[in-house]
Each structure stands twice: as structure tokens, then as C-alpha cells.
């Protein structure tokens, strides 16, 4: 079969149930100059959305599902252009010719977009009641009390804890999860007739996903809107969506209603993406593999936070770790996993000296870290290396790919010379699976899954003993993410690395790790090697993420 009869422009079911056509795209192409000429984002992408239904736009980072999206509502690069044969029909007005004015008043009112890389949407100098605020009275007349009366209500809408504190809160007080539940209330604020969800559940943890999830479908069901789900999880597609658009390489190469397309992929890229799940399991360690790199005793990290207002304030403390104890062997791969908030990543900063810890030891190689300051620890940075969860804002803005990668190794004085320097950065680059002629670009050129790449290239390619990995692959499409997967086993047996991996998705977990911890609520919960525990769960908790991770296509 060709491509052509396996993506017509129009979708196989168009008309047969009755529901009212609300959305419909023809032909979308957008350009974007870069400095040696054009590439071509997006080519002849058509598709039909009802009222009241979920499409999927599902592929892999770089193959368009985002600037699709970002054509939709009208919101590219100056550097982007879309093409004259482009047609977007919204309940019949035509996006693509709308004025600017109109289509302010048409975002968030009409159609709405939760978008991937939540810290980098919200705005960090303002609360998160302010910034609810002000979407509410963008589109509405109505008195602060009674929009921050509202933006409380949406909070507790998307099941944040403790709403009313939380609208006196900055983002950077909210965990990743958190911040993501912010963005789909500001997205829901004004009941738009569609959504676009980028990504929704890419930072959020298994059990919090399947209720985000079941939220939208909720919240959708209730209020007639529409969806439009971009994603990379397959799991979350068959259960969520009614018809899938699958893209490659900025086109349409195949789409049918969900169960048609699971059942009976056509295209081979369709395939290639089916067959893509995290497979496996971490090699046993070698033989003699006794020699602790990372140890931490009686570990103990508070925050204080405030409740109340200026007059009523009252001051409490959080155990966000709660004097745990971790050894983590060398070559091991040690899982840290819970839901948003249980203290996974503070433990790992604290362990790493990122953030200070009230109490406890932390050893690193044999030698105390726990009362280092940063000029005690700058020889050890090099033998212990970060990727980030999110990589936007861990890569900076205004350096280059080649400057970003190359700047550890200036610092670490390795390398006898630039030339030295950058066959490194290139290695790395290669063995992250990016090509290696991208030094001269910048961050924001890239996908949320090649950004993630990105850092963990830069991580690598100071050659590290010690990875510590928060959320490596939560940006990550399933292919890449198989990628990465067998990346990091490889470059584990070649360079003796160990990792304290922390994640939400077990299935990457049960992939790389040799022992796992379960985190909720600043404790350990339950621990044991991988398979012991996601087999045979002994807490709720526990059994309740295992449920989540591996049964929500059930």
C-alpha cells in the first residue's frame, strides 16, 4: 500500500456517527528558515475533529505533533511561516486568515492548549492564583474575589492538595506533576469548546496520569469538548482516543480509529512504534561488584512553608526527606520511584550536595560530602554528573549545542586543547544518538526529546562514575526511550557507571534497574531488587502504582 490511500485526506469514518464536525484541517505546512536554508516542519497534514471526541497525533519528537498544534492556535516562531494551501476551519472561521485581535479572543475562550514543558509555561514571578487569575478575567467580567474563587475551584478540579494554600504558592514551590495539574486548570478555566493537550502526562507520575487522564475524559464528557491528544504513550492512546493520526517526519503516514489501527497496523512506521515498549531487564551485575560508590545514613531534608496571609501567616515544616538510608553499588542501577511529592528528587539533589540536608551522612566514593561547600565539592563534580527532568531549563537559552556540552569540560579542565574538547562533545553527541554537525544550534531548535538527549550528552561526555538520572526518559518518545534505554546499559558495561535512576514509569524502571525503592511522603516504603517488587508489591501504595503503570491500557 502507499502512503496516499494510507492517510486520504479525509478520516475513514468521517460522517458515520452523527457527530457535528467542529475542527477541520487541510493541508497544514508550515516552513521554518534556520541558517542554511528551510526546513520543511510540517507537509500536507489533514484532520478532522468532532464535537465531544478525542483524536490522537501520535510519533516521535521531531515528527511535528507540537508545531501541528502551535498552527492550530496560531502561535509559531517568527521564524516559522505556514503555507498559502493551508486551511483550518474552526466552527466555521477560517484560523489561518483570522486576524491577530481575533484570535486572542478565540485562545483560550474557543480552544485551549496545555503545553509539554509546564516550568517554562507558567510564569515564575507570579503566584499561582494570580496567574489563574489572569486567564479567568482575560475572558470574563468578573471581581478579583470571585475569579480567585473560581481558579480555587479549578485547582480542586485537577485534585491538587490543599487548593486555597496553593494559590499563594510560586511555581517553583509545586512539584513537576503539580505544576502540570496548574497548566490543565488554565487551560479549563473558560470551558473551551477544544483542547489540546501536548503531552499532559508526560511529567506526571503513573497513578496521577490515569487520573489526569480519566479527568480530561471526565471533564470531557461533561462539557461536550473536544481533544486533541499529543503523545508518544501508546498505552494512553488505545484507551483514550477515538481515532489516530500517526506522524513521521513532518506528514500524516497512516491514521484509523484507534482499535482498527492497534489491531492491524499498515505503514512499517506505524509498526516500528507498537513494537516499541521499554523490553528487558538490567544484566546482572558482575561478579566481585561489592564496592559502594554512594551511601547515604539517616538522611534528612525540611522545608519550612508558610499557610495563610500576610496577617494570619503560620509557619509549618515539611519532611520532604524523611532520614532515609541508601547504598548504591558500583555498576548498580538503583530505581527511585513514587508519585509527585514523595520526595524523590530532593533525595537525590541532597545526595548529589545540589541542596543542603539537616541531618544524616552521605558518602561518595569512601570520602564525606555531607559538609562540603561548593569549593569542596567542585573536584567531585565531574565523577558525579545530572540530567534533569526538564530539559528546557536545564539547557541554557543563549549557548550553543556545541558551547553546552563543551562548557564541563572547560570548567573540569579535560581536554589538552579545543580540538580535543570537541571530538568529545561530538562522541558524546553520537552516542546519545544526535548527530554530531548540530553544534552550532540552539536549544529551542530541538524537540523535547532531543533536548533531552542533549543533556544527557552533555552528562556523558565528562565520563562520569556516577549518574544521577531524574526523569531521563519522561520526555522521551517509546522509541528513543528504548534508545536511551539500551544507551545507558551499554555505556554502563563499558565505563563501570552506576545510576540512582528516579522516575514514575516503572516500565522503564523494570527495564534498567537492578533494585528499586518506593518513595511516598519523604519514606521508604518498600525496597527490593526490581522484579521482587513490581511482581510481588507488599503495600498498597505500592501495588496501586504497579496497577497504574502496567494496567491502564486494561
Known amino acids: ?33 534556520v541558517e542554511n536554508g528551510i526546513v520543511n516542519a510540517v507537509r500536507d497534514v489533514s484532520f478532522q475533529l468532532h464535537k465531544g471526541e478525542t483524536i490522537a497525533i501520535v510519533g516521535e519528537s521531531g515528527s511535528g505533533k507540537s508545531v501541528t498544534a502551535r498552527t492550530i492556535m496560531r502561535l509559531l516562531t517568527k521564524r516559522a511561516s505556514i503555507l498559502p494551501q493551508t486551511r483550518i476551519t474552526l466552527a466555521g472561521k477560517d484560523i489561518v486568515a483570522m486576524s491577530d485581535k481575533a484570535m486572542r479572543k478565540l485562545r483560550g475562550n474557543d480552544i485551549a492548549m496545555i503545553f509539554q514543558e509546564p516550568m517554562s509555561s507558567l510564569n515564575p514571578v507570579y503566584t499561582i492564583g494570580q496567574q489563574l487569575c489572569e486567564v479567568i478575567h482575560l475572558h470574563n467580567r468578573v471581581s478579583r474575589k470571585e475569579a480567585m474563587t473560581r481558579a480555587e475551584a479549578l485547582l480542586a478540579e485537577v485534585q491538587i492538595p490543599d487548593p486555597k494554600a496553593r494559590l499563594q504558592q510560586y511555581p517553583h514551590q509545586l512539584s513537576g506533576g503539580q505544576r502540570q495539574r496548574v497548566m490543565i486548570a488554565m487551560a479549563l478555566a473558560n470551558r473551551p469548546d477544544i483542547l489540546i493537550a501536548d503531552e499532559p502526562t508526560t511529567a506526571l507520575d503513573v497513578t496521577v496520569q490515569a487520573q489526569i487522564l480519566n479527568l480530561l475524559k471526565d471533564l470531557k464528557d461533561k462539557y461536550g469538548m473536544a481533544v486533541i491528544l499529543i503523545t508518544h ?14 506522524m513521521q517526519n513532518g506528514r500524516v503516514q497512516e491514521h484509523n480509529a484507534t482499535e482498527a489501527l492497534f489491531q492491524n497496523p499498515q505503514h512499517p512506521y506505524t509498526q516500528h512504534l507498537l513494537a516499541s515498549e521499554p523490553k528487558g531487564t538490567a544484566e546482572p551485575l558482575p561478579d566481585g561488584a561489592h564496592d559502594t560508590v554512594l551511601e547515604g545514613q539517616n538522611v534528612k531534608v525540611s522545608f519550612t512553608l508558610k499557610r495563610g496571609g500576610l496577617f494570619n501567616a503560620e509557619f509549618y515544616e515539611l519532611k520532604a526527606v524523611d532520614n532515609l538510608d541508601i547504598k548504591l553499588m558500583r555498576h548498580e542501577t538503583l530505581g527511585i520511584v513514587g508519585e509527585s511529592g514523595s520526595g524523590k528528587t530532593t533525595f537525590g539533589q541532597a545526595l548529589v550536595r545540589l541542596i543542603g540536608n539537616q541531618g544524616g551522612q552521605i558518602t561518595f566514593d569512601g570520602q564525606r560530602i555531607d559538609g562540603l561547600d561548593r569549593n569542596g565539592m567542585r573536584p567531585l563534580r565531574s565523577r558525579m554528573q545530572i540530567v534533569f527532568q526538564d530539559p528546557f531549563s536545564s539547557l541554557n537559552p543563549r549557548m550553543s549545542i556545541g558551547q553546552i556540552i563543551e562548557e564541563g569540560l572547560i570548567v573540569n579542565g579535560i581536554g589538552a586543547n579545543r580540538t580535543e574538547r570537541l571530538d568529545r562533545v561530538r562522541q558524546a553527541l553520537r552516542d546519545a544518538g544526535m548527530p554530531d554537525t548540530i553544534l552550532q544550534r540552539f536549544p529551542h531548535e530541538f524537540s523535547g526529546g532531543q533536548r533531552q538527549r542533549i543533556a544527557i550528552a552533555r552528562a556523558i561526555a565528562l565520563e562520569p562514575e556516577f549518574i544521577l538520572l531524574d526523569e531521563p526518559t519522561s520526555a522521551l518518545d517509546l522509541s528513543v526511550q528504548a534508545q536511551i534505554i539500551e544507551l545507558l546499559r551499554k555505556l554502563q558495561n563499558e565505563r563501570g557507571l552506576s545510576y540512582l535512576f528516579i522516575s514514575h514509569d516503572l516500565k522503564v524502571v523494570r527495564a534498567l534497574c537492578h533494585r528499586v525503592m518506593v518513595m511516598q511522603n519523604g519514606k521508604i516504603v518498600e525496597q527490593g531488587p526490581v522484579n521482587e517488587v513490581l511482581l510481588n508489591p507488599q503495600t498498597d501504595y505500592t501495588k496501586r502504582l504497579v496497577r497504574a503503570a502496567f494496567e491502564i491500557a486494561a
Not at 496516499?4 to 528558515?33: C, M, S, T, W, Y
Not at 494512553?236 to 489516530?244: A, E, K, M, T
Open 233 to 246: 504513550d501508546l498505552t494512553i492512546v488505545r484507551q483514550f482516543s477515538d481515532y489516530v493520526y500517526v
Open 1 to 33: 500500500m502507499t502512503q496516499e490511500n494510507l492517510a486520504p485526506a479525509e478520516r475513514l469514518d468521517l460522517g458515520q456517527h452523527g457527530r457535528e464536525l467542529i475542527l477541520d484541517a487541510r493541508n497544514v505546512g508550515v516552513d521554518f528558515k
